[in-house]
């Protein structure tokens, strides 16, 4: 079966710093792909980025960037440069058949002026 | 600007009531999904629909259906709702192929 793990329910940054937000999943097929959605408080799921298992590069997008590490299982998401914005609810999913999605809990990210 | 609505935000239902949750989409996407958000769970799919008419279950279809009978309409249906149903409900959809799977704002749906 398909899962995903984030451990991390809670996180804080200062703003213009740095942040990783971790994310392991565990699938045995071969083809498959992740997903980071940010849910700010309104609660509309923001896709900010994807990764595929078959590509070769990990996946940016602006300050957004996706650290896909597959011998580990691993697919963490970094956002540079932290913006007070950010402060949200961050998702790692990854997909199945139909694009059916399956999520992890979820970190809260806060961001500190 | 594609668009996935639910209709309602907000909804406060009475135990036992019957509940209708729509949701529509204007991109002709073959499938459609309805996911329930709980604190510490994450989002679980509850059902998904590939085509009109065909659904399948998902993680948590206990207590739930659903009715697809125009492709761009997906109902996710409480026969008589229960405390433990109130949450937050997403829909989504997309196409068959492709990545990009798009999300309704949510409803809110509290059960007393």
């Known amino acids: 079966a398909q899962k995903i793990t984030q451990t991390q329910p809670g996180m804080f940054v200062q703003e213009k710093e740095a942040v990783t937000l971790d994310c392991t999943y565990d699938t045995s097929d071969p083809s498959y792909g992740l997903f980071w959605y940010k849910q700010p408080s309104s609660g509309e799921m923001i896709f900010l980025i994807y990764?595929?298992?078959?590509?070769?590069q990990n996946a940016t997008e602006g300050r957004y960037s996706l650290n896909f590490q597959k011998a580990r299982k691993s697919a963490n998401l970094v956002i540079s440069a932290s913006q007070l914005g950010d402060s949200a609810m961050y998702f790692c999913?990854?997909?199945?058949?139909?694009?059916?999605?399956?999520f992890g809990a979820g970190t809260r990210l806060a961001v500190h002026p | 600007d594609v668009k996935v609505t639910q209709s309602s935000r907000y909804l406060v239902k009475r135990t036992g009531e019957k509940v209708f949750l729509e949701c529509v989409q204007d991109m002709d996407h073959e499938n459609m999904f309805w996911y329930r958000q709980d604190p510490g769970l994450g989002l679980r799919l509850i059902y998904f629909s590939y085509d009109v008419k065909m659904k399948e279950k998902g993680d948590i279809p206990e207590g739930y259906s659903v009715s697809r009978e125009k492709k761009e309409r997906f109902s996710l249906i409480l026969e008589s709702a229960s405390t433990n149903q109130t949450s937050m409900y997403l829909c989504?959809?997309?196409?068959?192929?492709?990545?990009?799977?798009?999300f309704g704002e949510g409803s809110w749906l509290t059960v007393v």
């Open positions: 990764q595929g298992s078959y590509d070769q």
């Open positions: 989504a959809s997309s196409w068959d192929s492709g990545n990009t799977i798009y």
């Open positions: 999913a990854m997909s199945g058949g139909y694009n059916k999605l399956i």
